[in-house]
């Protein structure tokens, strides 16, 4: 198979480079991935340098039409044979990003070059018809329009970011993409012209088609098409130790033995933290907010509702790390509002800035991870014995089966799970507003007013999730306990190779229906 990925772990930036590890460790040897290289970004120069990625065989030229003439280095990782191997090819003139594969004005044209540097790679190759084609998000389209002849070709949405590529297209791309000079975004093309589209969880999948974020909002346009999508389950982004598995056995077996060990090891790992964190944290409850700061994340909906429960509660023994990374334009401001709410809580939350060099010792000892995605496809909500504490939505609500749940979040709880399911979570959901649709489009674009209702009661529906969370923890420990073994029950169920027989069963149906 060719796995077609815009960002890798030697080019990274979303939950995506996650993902495309896992493909790489798991399916190994099964294919190869190739990508563009982005020799502007600092993560892809370190990869040179430390031996990761190297040269890995003759340059060519683009015969053309589209990038006619243009040169094109190979680098490819050198790592664990193991590995699916990763080729890179780096264009001359294209893929410019530096803070991200993303981050360049030029990014419509390069997926174009992409798909011509491609497929002149694969016919000097003689890559087999066999071989499908499996591409991930709008940016990989253009390559499997230009390969569906002689390859089978599989789409993966790992969100709806879309483009309209006719003015690219009509400029560069030398008569070989038709299909994007008309009226159709690259998705709309990919889901019309792919032999299988599929998304990483039947959560997102239900989402894409009844939730308002997405039906009203971020993928109206796709809502004829959504039928087309298959959902096939993302595993973990982990792997769960082995020490861990031993974990929900104790607890399943003996809750307080269990609640024992679990004591011992946040202990371990508290004492391991740097100062002053370590003190500031103590014994209070932890809780753990990371990732990238984009509107996606609502890292907003975290800050004030940790300040609405600190000023009610004042004293609450609590601790918020808020772990954050740059993201996109309004960074700056989120990232502000983050430090501003640190300082008027000092003892009760540390807000970050970049990757953190005890980001596992972290996790190990927290007692909650805090997720409060406005849309989340997959987003792994499980990190060891960590509780996730989720808005229900999309992926989030399939994965997390929430404790004690109310309102929208239970019932988005008795969608996807069973009464007699171990609660793996906390979940929260904010009341229904009639202004929804346009709160929801404000929220996208980072234009929160104060009349904004349905932020509002995002803010409000936490900061009541979080405060039963704390309750929970320090006065409900059997309970306690029985979250962090649905936590690690759930991620037991998980499997990359599942994921595979699910992506490789309906290739095959593709191949009758579609002989090459």
Not at 31 to 48: D, E, N, S, T
Request: charged share 25%; glycine share 8%.
């Amino acid at each position: 198979m060719l796995l077609f990925r815009w960002e890798t772990e030697h080019t990274p930036c979303t939950g995506i480079t996650a993902v495309t590890r896992q493909e790489r460790r798991v399916f190994g040897n099964r294919g190869v991935m190739i990508a563009p290289w982005q020799p502007r970004m600092a993560a892809a120069r370190a990869a040179v340098e430390r031996g990761a990625v190297g040269e890995a065989g003759p340059e060519f030229a683009i015969a053309g039409p589209c990038a006619r003439g243009a040169r094109v280095r190979v680098l490819a990782t050198r790592e664990d044979a193991a590995m699916m191997p990763v080729v890179y090819l780096d264009v001359e003139g294209a893929f410019r990003g530096e803070l991200n594969p993303y981050d360049t004005p030029d990014l419509p044209r390069d997926t174009l070059v992409f798909a011509a540097a491609v497929a002149e790679l694969l016919e000097r190759a003689g890559a087999s018809a066999r071989q499908f084609a499996w591409g991930a998000d709008w940016q990989t389209v253009p390559a499997l329009a230009l390969l569906r002849g002689r390859h089978h070709a599989v789409l993966t949405l790992h969100n709806e970011f879309d483009a309209w590529l006719a003015a690219e297209a009509a400029e560069h791309g030398g008569g070989l993409f038709a299909a994007f000079r008309g009226r159709e975004t690259a998705l709309r093309v990919g889901l019309k012209l792919a032999d299988v589209a599929t998304t990483v969880n039947r959560g997102y999948a239900r989402g894409l088609r009844t939730e308002t974020i997405h039906t009203q909002v971020m993928a109206r346009h796709l809502q004829d098409l959504a039928w087309r999508i298959v959902p096939v389950e993302n595993a973990n982004f982990h792997a769960t130790r082995a020490a861990l598995v031993e974990l929900e056995r104790l607890i399943a077996k003996d809750p307080e033995a269990g609640l024992r060990a679990l004591e011992l090891s946040r202990l371990e790992a508290r004492g391991m933290l740097p100062e002053p964190l370590r003190s500031w944290v103590g014994d209070k409850v932890l809780v753990v907010a990371m990732g990238r700061r984009v509107a996606q994340k609502l890292h907003e909906v975290v800050a004030e509702g940790v300040r609405r429960l600190l000023r009610e509660r004042p004293g609450l023994p609590v601790f918020v790390v808020l772990a954050t990374v740059a993201g996109e334009a309004a960074d700056r401001a989120r990232l502000g509002r983050l430090e501003e709410l640190a300082a008027d809580f000092p003892g009760h939350v540390l807000a970050t800035d970049g990757r953190l060099d005890y980001y596992d010792t972290l996790l190990r000892a927290a007692d909650y991870n805090a997720m409060t995605s406005l849309y989340e496809p997959h987003g792994g909500a499980f990190e060891g014995a960590v509780v996730p504490i989720v808005r229900m939505i999309d992926g989030l609500a399939f994965q997390v089966n929430p404790f004690e749940a109310a309102g929208r979040a239970a019932q988005l709880a008795a969608a996807w799970h069973d009464p007699w399911d171990l609660p793996s979570g906390l979940g929260f959901r904010e009341p229904a507003s009639p202004t929804e649709v346009a709160d929801l489009t404000a929220i996208l674009t980072g234009e929160v007013g104060e009349d904004n209702a349905t932020f509002r009661g995002m803010v409000g529906s936490f900061a009541e999730a979080l405060g039963a969370a704390v309750d929970l923890r320090l006065h409900r420990p059997r309970d306690y306990a029985r979250l962090v073994r649905g936590a690690l029950h759930a991620q037991r169920g998980r499997d990359w190779l599942v994921h595979l027989g699910g992506i490789l069963a309906l290739v095959e149906e593709a191949r009758l229906r579609r002989p090459l």
